[in-house]
């Protein structure tokens, strides 16, 4: 049996999860397997952010969104380097068009399953 590196895993949880339902997919990406990569993967903030994702999904434990968000905002959005206005006033995060914020529900619980939550 192959174990892979959960941020391996992590990432074919969101391919499955988020990546069809994205607003931001490629055409005809919604059609691909969690296995396969989308091109967009190295510019969207989802998977840039990964690392963090992951620790946020593995150390709050919350039945509410409510703190996975202000994580999200406090360790992703004030660093962020995809959205020219990124911070405390990003237009992307405030009107929605940033993947990560659209679909943080989507996100975590993606997360925690693959954390065994």
Known sequence: MQHLPTLDVMQRALRARVCPICFER????ESLGPNQPR????ECP???SLPT???????IN???IGPYERAVTELIC???QTCPTA???CDARTTLNCPLRRY???IIDALEAVAGR
Do not use: M, R, W
């Open 78 to 80: 004030q660093t962020c």
């Open 62 to 64: 919350d039945p509410n």
């Open 104 to 106: 943080v529900f989507e």
């Open 39 to 42: 091109t967009c993967e190295p």
């Open 26 to 29: 490629p055409p005809g990406s």
């Open 87 to 89: 911070g405390d006033y």
């Open 46 to 48: 989802v998977f840039q």
């Open 53 to 59: 994702l992951k620790q946020i999904a593995e150390q």
